[in-house]
């Protein structure tokens, strides 16, 4: 079993603070164990989509209530398999302590050691 990891202080006063950012970008290819495309960008004001909505020739677009959502973002394209492989890792790992919880702890314990492991090769006699 890997030690539980508390959040620090400083780290829970970030997410908290995210209440007062404009927009937020999500990446949960880093360390969510996702598909690269998979990321986002969240708005405070949903409007601001239409400055940085992309239309190209080639892809429908959908019509008013089924429009695409790969219309807005920045690169205007992302492949719907990527955001449906966050909802499956999601849905089967789950977001709690024994799921993604558990693996980052896994993950962050790994690291401790591979970093104690390479500062223990820096002796002479080693």
Known sequence: STPYCRLSTYF??????LKYAD????????????PYPAGGLLYRNGNIRNFLAQKAAYV???EKDNEEINLYGIDGSKPGAASAGVWLSHKALGLHNHGYGLILRQCNFSAGVMYSMWASLDRPED
């Open 60 to 62: 429908n677009h959908g």
């Open 23 to 34: 927009s937020i970008t999500l990446d949960p290819h880093k360390t969510g164990f996702c």
């Open 12 to 17: 829970t006063q970030q997410l908290e603070n």
